[in-house]
């Protein structure tokens, strides 16, 4: 089993930055496809950005691509999501996700590829 806890959200105005925080727990920690979806009230869930704990290949949806990185702390099994320059579409709840992959064959941008979800965290960004 893997647990999975974000933090790091909040308030923050248009142009602002906040970095986000997943830590993961669990025997197999070491294995994982990590993940942040995020879901705008009234919208489906998406993808944002995924990393794996076992390679350096990070991927981020076109919408963040030049905003978002996402990263990772092997030693505190803690995986980031650093979110510059925001937009009041940005506003969402954000969620960490986790499966076992393997990351080639995981399609990453698929809600129900994941086996591992935490809380989320709840992003506001005025205007």
């Known amino acids: 089993q893997v647990a999975l806890v974000e933090s790091g959200g909040g308030l923050v105005q248009a142009g602002g930055s906040l970095r986000l925080s997943c830590a993961a727990s669990?025997?197999?920690?070491?294995?994982?496809?990590m993940a942040w979806f995020r879901q705008a009230p009234g919208k489906e869930r998406e993808f944002v950005a995924a990393t794996s704990w076992s390679v350096e290949s990070t991927y981020l949806a076109d919408s963040v691509k030049g905003r978002f990185t996402i990263s990772k702390d092997n030693a505190r099994n803690t995986v980031y999501l650093q979110m510059n320059s925001l937009r009041p579409e940005d506003t969402a709840v954000y969620f960490c996700?986790?499966?076992?992959?393997?990351?080639?064959?995981?399609?990453?941008?698929?809600?129900?590829?994941?086996?591992?979800w935490g809380q989320g965290t709840q992003v506001t960004v005025s205007s």
């Open positions: 996700a986790a499966d076992q992959g393997p990351l080639l064959t995981l399609r990453l941008w698929i809600v129900e590829e994941y086996d591992y």
């Open positions: 669990g025997r197999t920690v070491s294995s994982l496809v």
